[in-house]
T-cell receptor, first 112, second 112 residues
Framework: EDQVTQSPEALRLQEGESSSLNCSYTVSGLRGLFWYRQDPGKGPEFLFTLYSAGEEKEKERLKATLTKKESFLHITAPKPEDSATYLCAVSSGDTGRRALTFGSGTRLQVQP | KAGVTQTPRYLIKTRGQQVTLSCSPISGHRSVSWYQQTPGQGLQFLFEYFSETQRNKGNFPGRFSGRQFSNSRSEMNVSTLELGDSALYLC???????????FGPGTRLLVL
């Protein structure tokens, strides 16, 4: 059974204070690891897809990295508008390509 | 390109009733997946449809069902509603080639 664990559960940062969110996973045959951002009352917004260990993706202040056991979402010089819940999900050969297993998320609050 | 749309956005039902939720995927996307999001269980996969066929199913009772039409639009139905079915129901679509799923805004269901 696929498992995804995200840490920390909640994180409070000052504007400009860089940090990293962790997503550790256990799957049988990783097909893809996905990062989403979710604002209260809204659907998850796609950020990145990573397919193999060593892969990195960047978008504005965010950078996602992947190893064989975990992924990190690095946030550089965050702004208040980066406040949201960040979700990590995996798809594997076991559950099928479109059946994502999600972690419980990291609630990020960036204070001005 | 328009995103995933879901209707209705909010719904209030009573125990024992049934409900039908609708999802229109991004134009050209043929795969539609459904997820349930609750504070206690997080995001959980319900089922996936591709070319009008259910391709994968999560661990939910038979009261939860779905279908997909020839234009890729999808509906999910929940019969004999229980209080525990109160949740945000999310639909996601993806193209045949890429595994990344794009989510709609969700339907908030409250069962009284």
């Amino acid at each position: 059974e696929d498992q995804v664990t995200q840490s920390p559960e909640a994180l409070r940062l000052q504007e400009g204070e860089s940090s990293s969110l962790n997503c550790s996973y256990t799957v049988s045959g990783l097909r893809g690891l996905f990062w989403y951002r979710q604002d209260p009352g809204k659907g998850p917004e796609f950020l990145f897809t990573l397919y193999s260990a060593g892969e990195e993706k960047e978008k504005e202040r965010l950078k996602a990295t992947l190893t064989k056991k975990e992924s990190f979402l690095h946030i550089t010089a965050p702004k208040p508008e980066d406040s949201a819940t960040y979700l990590c999900a995996v798809s594997s050969g076991d559950t099928g390509r479109r059946a994502l297993t999600f972690g419980s998320g990291t609630r990020l609050q960036v204070q001005p | 390109k328009a995103g995933v749309t879901q209707t209705p956005r909010y719904l209030i039902k009573t125990r024992g009733q049934q409900v039908t939720l609708s999802c229109s995927p991004i134009s050209g996307h043929r795969s539609v997946s459904w997820y349930q999001q609750t504070p206690g269980q997080g995001l959980q996969f319900l089922f996936e449809y591709f070319s009008e066929t259910q391709r994968n199913k999560g661990n939910f009772p038979g009261r939860f069902s779905g279908r997909q039409f020839s234009n890729s639009r999808s509906e999910m139905n929940v019969s004999t509603l229980e209080l525990g079915d109160s949740a945000l129901y999310l639909c996601a679509s993806s193209s045949g080639a890429k595994e990344t799923q794009y989510f709609g805004p969700g339907t908030r269901l409250l069962v009284l």
